[in-house]
């Protein structure tokens, strides 16, 4: 698989990132992304909406716990990640799940190939400009009426992370408008049908924006 024109250095630099973090990433957000009861409310309802058994991706996948979250919902997920290292650790933790590498503007699948994908705060290191181009690609390997669950931290300004953990590496952690993700959804021939914003918890510093969107 290769990476798509113009998107290779973001994608680079995002790799190199999490490859150098993930196990102090893995260790230090063990529980956070499912431990607000209305985060993992909406992930039911993305599961209750796909329905029992559909096929799924849960794009942007880090150490799987969303995955492994579906996957006990009776989903059949798999994960994609960019980072070999987040990688390691989705399989570690979630034996007999399937995650693979690869890059969401560019996946490896058939059109229409998906009842649904999560994008849960995977789209956040890609810069404005791909996102058409990214959502596009979602659209692609969703099947007609598939469902779309994308999650992302609101605002304007982005906030950069410099050597977390004493790792010599830096990225930018993006914040969206989500009326402007909702236009861009809608650009990409999506319908939206829900859209979700809740304050910041105890570690967030920002509020938290969530969309639900349907191939029209």
Request: hydrophobic letters at 45%; one cysteine or more.
């Amino acid at each position: 698989m290769t990476d798509s024109p113009g998107s290779a250095d973001f994608l680079t630099a995002t790799r190199t990132f999490y490859d150098a973090v993930a196990e102090d990433y893995a260790d230090h957000f063990r529980d956070a992304h499912i431990s607000q009861p209305l985060d993992r409310a909406l992930l039911r309802v993305f599961a209750e909406l796909v329905g029992a058994g559909a096929a799924v991706a849960d794009l942007g996948c880090g150490p799987g716990r969303i995955t492994g979250f579906l996957d006990a919902l009776g989903l059949d997920v798999f994960g994609l990640d960019l980072s070999p290292a987040m990688l390691a650790i989705a399989r570690r933790e979630n034996p007999g799940l399937r995650f693979v590498q690869g890059s969401m503007l560019e996946l490896d699948l058939p059109d229409g190939k998906l009842a649904g994908v999560v994008s849960w705060y995977s789209s956040i290191h890609t810069p404005v400009e791909q996102l058409p181009a990214l959502f596009a690609e979602f659209r692609r390997v969703l099947a007609p009426g598939g469902h779309l669950l994308l999650a992302f931290q609101a605002g304007d300004e982005p906030r950069r992370h410099d050597q977390p953990w004493g790792r010599p590496v830096s990225l930018d952690f993006l914040r969206r408008d989500p009326e402007r993700m909702a236009a861009l959804l809608e650009d990409a021939g999506f319908a939206l049908g829900s859209r979700t914003v809740r304050e910041p918890g105890p570690t967030e510093p920002v509020p938290q924006a969530c969309l639900f969107a349907r191939v029209r």
